[in-house]
């Protein structure tokens, strides 16, 4: 019964607006470089006459028998159109070609024949989606920068740059700038000023359309990790925002190459060792958003390097970029057959040599001072030595001194 009163209520609503010759607007959103269609619908009689305007812009006539009249404003001419196959059955929309931000704003679709003048509003709004955001640091003021930017996109969205945890307001200054370009579109950009000694900051983005119907979001982190040679170890990469489907991608740089060495899609779950054993990622499912990496048994040199992280999903991106350096293990450690190891036991053995050459030097040289004190005592006072009691290596050495003394 309610629902029939309300179909009643409609219907006497209806009755009111058309027998006041006007409708409600009606919104259109015309997508940025895309035609654009603005609805106009009327009972067709035959002897009708049409007017379409833009604000109070005249953009179209068009009388049943004749033509469509020129239009008077130059702005439209050649963008606007009336489609003659749909006008006897009672349809004049109008058609925007490659709309932009230009053709946004209120529109009115007049319809005047013998039996009735009836009027439609249409509002007209443009969009470019955001269609991606960049994160990046720059030196381009002096010094090192955290940089958001976005660009092609209408109306100005709104762009939000802090850090994860948040640092004292005066700590960092965001510098935000939108400029518009010919088009009308624009770009906007985000600074902050990275700090120095805050190694664990996350540098996090918010670009936010301005209907809100898109958020995009962006992380940037950057670390520096030492371990040693040989012990396996987790550089972390987990997004500050909980990912459902994601992909991951870890790739490796080392002197200005840069290779990707892991993917993973939490999707198929199928991830893909390029350095094969000796990475994984952990935990092994890479939970909503946790693309940690295991390296397995890292040699130093080769394994050092900036190891980047990207966690990908829907408008959403986090990026971690560690630098990790390994330091070499002590040497007799090292796995076998490798090149180091071989090198590593050529420097033990000089070491070594070169160690117990020193010991033998500077005992030589202690116990030559003291038996040439003997020699001096024994003349002086004669005493007899004990042969049984000598130090071998100072026989060594008193043989030696001896064996000059006599050439
Ligand atoms: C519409 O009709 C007029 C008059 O018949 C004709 O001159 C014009 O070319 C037609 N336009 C289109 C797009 O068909
Ligand atoms: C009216 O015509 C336009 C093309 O000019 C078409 O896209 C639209 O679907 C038509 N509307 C109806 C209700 O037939
Ligand atoms: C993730 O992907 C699955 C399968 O494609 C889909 O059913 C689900 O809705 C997605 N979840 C989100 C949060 O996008
Ligand atoms: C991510 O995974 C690593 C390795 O399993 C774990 O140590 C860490 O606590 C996890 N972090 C979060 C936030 O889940």
Redesign the pocket.
């Known amino acids: 019964m309610a629902r029939q009163h309300s179909w009643i209520f409609l219907l006497r609503m209806w009755i009111l607006v058309c027998a006041n010759g006007k409708t409600p607007d009606v919104l259109v959103t015309c997508m940025f470089s895309k035609d654009c269609i603005l609805p106009c619908l009327f009972e067709p009689v035959g002897d009708e006459i049409i007017y379409w305007f833009k604000q109070n812009v005249l953009l179209h006539t068009f009388k049943q028998e004749s033509v469509f009249l020129d239009q008077p404003d130059k702005r439209y001419t050649g963008r606007t159109s009336l489609s003659n196959d749909t006008i006897p059955f009672g349809n004049v929309s109008l058609r925007i070609r490659k709309s932009g931000p230009q053709d946004r704003g209120r529109y009115r679709c007049l319809v005047t024949s013998s039996r009735e003048t009836s009027e439609h509003s249409i509002t007209v709004i443009v969009k470019a989606p955001i269609e991606s955001v960049n994160m990046e640091t720059t030196w381009l003021s002096g010094y090192e920068e955290v940089k958001c930017s976005a660009r092609d996109v209408y109306p100005a969205p709104r762009v939000t740059l802090f850090t994860e945890p948040p640092v004292l307001p005066d700590g960092l200054q965001t510098d935000t700038r939108k400029t518009a370009d010919k088009q009308g579109l624009y770009r906007v950009e985000s600074k902050i000023r990275k700090l120095k000694n805050q190694a664990d900051l996350t540098y996090i983005c918010l670009v936010q359309s301005f209907y809100g119907s898109q958020i995009w979001r962006t992380s940037l982190q950057e670390k520096e990790m030492y371990s040693v040679e040989g012990k396996d170890f987790?550089i972390?990469c987990?997004a500050p925002w909980i990912l459902d489907n994601f992909t991951l991608t870890w790739s490796f740089a080392k002197e200005h190459k840069s290779s990707v060495i892991y993917t993973y899609d939490s999707i198929t779950h199928l991830g893909f060792s390029v350095w094969e054993e000796r990475i994984r990622l952990?935990?092994p499912s890479g939970?909503r958003g946790?693309g940690?990496l295991q390296l397995h048994n890292p040699m130093g040199i080769e394994h050092t390097g900036i190891y980047t992280c990207v966690l990908s999903s829907f408008q959403t991106q986090h990026v971690v970029h560690t630098r990790v350096s390994i330091i070499p293990r002590t040497v007799g450690r090292l796995p076998k057959s490798s090149p180091q190891r071989i090198t590593a036991a050529i420097i033990t053995g000089l070491t070594v040599t070169a160690v117990v050459v020193c010991l033998v030097i500077i005992k030589c040289k202690v116990s030559r001072t003291r038996s040439i004190k003997t020699h001096e005592e024994a003349t002086e006072m004669h005493p007899t030595r004990d042969a049984n009691n000598e130090d071998p290596s100072e026989t060594i050495c008193l043989s030696e001194e001896t064996e000059k003394s006599q050439t």
């Open positions: 987790i972390p987990v952990v935990p939970q946790n940690s």
